[in-house]
């Protein structure tokens, strides 16, 4: 089993348990993984990925898991509100406990080694996305909210 292990995106100095990029340096120059960097080609990152990993402590709802979903690609991601609430346990993906690293370890070996359960929970988080986060439906429920807040005032 051999994996590329991909890290787009920077770190946040202004959080006090975001990586340096001083660690993220030295994990390149072993081999551990790659940095791409800030990418606004996010389609064509998500093409290239064959799962996509989020290891959050704590989140918003994660743009990268809905743009994860449409293009069919299995996740993993942390148990935190946000990251759970854009997939289905075990159905689109994999929920780790947060801190765990050997579960995160676990859950990605599992997909690696599983290209057949990694490629169905593609196909069913795209299938989530087309269901429950297409852009007509976010906006109806939007106005759906600020109807009801007229109403009440």
Request: glycine share 8%; hydrophobic share 45%; aromatic share 4%.
């Amino acid at each position: 089993m051999s994996a590329r292990f991909c890290l787009v995106g920077a770190v946040d100095p202004a959080n006090p348990s975001s990586l340096t990029n001083a660690e993220l340096a030295e994990w390149a120059r072993e081999g551990v993984v790659e940095l791409w960097g800030n990418r606004s080609d996010m389609p064509e990152v998500l093409k290239e990925a064959y799962l996509v990993v989020l290891s959050s402590y704590r989140e918003g709802l994660p743009k990268v898991l809905l743009e994860a979903a449409p293009c069919g690609r299995a996740v993993i991601t942390t148990e935190v509100q946000g990251c759970r609430d854009a997939i289905v346990s075990g159905d689109t993906g994999i929920l780790v406990p947060v801190r765990d690293a050997e579960a995160l370890a676990r859950a990605i070996g599992e997909l690696i080694k599983d290209p057949i359960r990694c490629q169905a929970m593609g196909i069913a988080g795209r299938a989530l996305a087309e269901r429950e986060f297409d852009i007509r439906q976010v906006v109806a429920a939007h106005l759906r909210i600020y109807q009801e807040l007229i109403d009440k005032s």
